[in-house]
C-alpha cells in the first residue's frame, strides 16, 4: 500500500513557474514508478508525465521542455518542475505510483494548479 499527499499548487501568472512536490508513505519507495497527472474540467485525467525506478523520465508532448520530473527516493518523494506555465496548463494535478509506469496503481488527492492570463 503506497500514500500520496501532493503539494506545491497554487496560482500563477502565464509564464511563471511552480514545483510539485510528492511525499509517499511506503515501506520501499524506489521499486516503484511515478508520475503526474492532471484532470481540467470537464476533461478526463491525462499523463503528464512519468519516471520510472531507474530514473527515465517521459513526458506528454506539449510540456516537452517546460516541464521537468524528477524523484528522490532517499526522502520518498517526486517532484515536477513547472515552467513557462500556460493558462492551458491548469488543472488539478496528481501524484501517481505504481510497479510499472503503465500500471499506476495509487494515486494522491490532487492539487490545483491555476495560470492566469
Known amino acids: 500500500q503506497v500514500q500520496l499527499e501532493e503539494s506545491g499548487g497554487g496560482l500563477v501568472q502565464a509564464g511563471g513557474s511552480l514545483r510539485l512536490s510528492c511525499a509517499a508513505s511506503?515501506?520501499?519507495?524506489?521499486?516503484?514508478?511515478m508520475g503526474w497527472y492532471r484532470q481540467a474540467p470537464g476533461k478526463q485525467r491525462d499523463l503528464v508525465a512519468t519516471?520510472?525506478?531507474?530514473?527515465?523520465?517521459n513526458y506528454e508532448d506539449s510540456v516537452k521542455g517546460r516541464f521537468t520530473i524528477s524523484r528522490d527516493n532517499a526522502k520518498k518523494s517526486v517532484y515536477l518542475q513547472m515552467n513557462s506555465l500556460k493558462p492551458e496548463d491548469t488543472a488539478v494535478y496528481y501524484c501517481?505510483?505504481?510497479?510499472?509506469?503503465?500500471?499506476?496503481?495509487?494515486w494522491g488527492k490532487g492539487t490545483q494548479v491555476t495560470v492566469s492570463s
Open positions: 511506503t515501506t520501499i519507495f524506489s521499486i516503484y514508478a
Open positions: 519516471i520510472t525506478r531507474d530514473g527515465s523520465a
Open positions: 501517481s505510483a505504481g510497479l510499472t509506469a503503465a500500471r499506476m496503481a495509487y
